[in-house]
T-cell receptor, first 111, second 114 residues
Framework: RKEVEQDPGPFNVPEGATVAFNCTYS??????FFWYRQDCRKEPKLLMS???SGNEDGRFTAQLNRASQYISLLIRDSKLSDSATYLC????????????FGAGTRLAVHP | EAGVTQFPSHSVIEKGQTVTLRCDPI?????LYWYRRVMGKEIKFLLH????????ESGMPNNRFLAERTGGTYSTLKVQPAELEDSGVYFC????????????FGEGSRLTVL
């Protein structure tokens, strides 16, 4: 089993739609989680951090279910500019900055 | 403020040749990381510097890879000799010591080994 597994993509949605991605992780001791966003042929950039049950930032909501070991990312009112690959990221045990990346879920928002 | 810069952006070499990738982290960031994404796979950790010291190099694939960070500023990653399976995108990232999980990545150096 992979340490971090994500929904396979791509997700093709119209503008204004709500879309959700799931991510499961194998290390039950993990305390913090991250969603990074990566545009085509660009670098990953931190989108959201999740330290407790969840986090909300505008149209983006991240939720954590420790019992089931999964994290979700919800995007409401999708914009064309949301098209990107979303990476679920979990730190190695004992190190916040040594990160384990999921393979990513690609989102394509169309007019 | 300048971000993390990497050079070259793309390198095409033949199997058996040597390539050196360079990373300039954000000024003041003591922590510097190298990650790699090979075709169709996840981004994977290679190693971590704190200033000039290697903190963790557990992700380095083999002894054909050598990373240095002389003086605790920029870093280089040398692959010698390069093999076909080394092709991929090599990302450098830097961070402060606060351990927030936010790494600032460079745009990556794409390596193609023919």
């Amino acid at each position: 089993r992979k340490e971090v597994e994500q929904d396979p993509g791509p997700f093709n949605v119209p503008e204004g739609a709500t879309v959700a991605f799931n991510c499961t992780y194998s290390n039950s001791a993990s305390q913090s989680f991250f969603w990074y966003r990566q545009d085509c042929r660009k670098e990953p950039k931190l989108l959201m951090s999740v330290y407790s049950s969840g986090n909300e930032d505008g149209r983006f909501t991240a939720q954590l279910n420790r019992a089931s070991q999964y994290i979700s990312l919800l995007i409401r009112d999708s914009k064309l500019s949301d098209s990107a690959t979303y990476l679920c990221v979990v730190p190695f045990s004992g190190g916040y900055n040594k990160l384990i990346f999921g393979a990513g879920t690609r989102l394509a928002v169309h007019p | 403020e300048a971000g993390v810069t990497q050079f070259p952006s793309h390198s095409v070499i033949e199997k058996g040749q040597t390539v050196t990738l360079r990373c300039d982290p954000i000024s003041g960031h003591d922590n510097l990381y190298w990650y790699r994404r090979v075709m169709g796979k996840e981004i994977k950790f290679l190693l971590h510097f704190v200033k000039e010291s290697k903190q963790d190099e557990s992700g380095m694939p083999n002894n054909r890879f050598l990373a240095e960070r002389t003086g605790g500023t920029y870093s280089t990653l040398k692959v010698q000799p390069a093999e076909l399976e080394d092709s991929g995108v090599y990302f450098c990232a830097s961070a402060t010591g606060s351990g927030t999980g936010e790494l600032f990545f460079g745009e990556g150096s794409r390596l193609t080994v023919l």
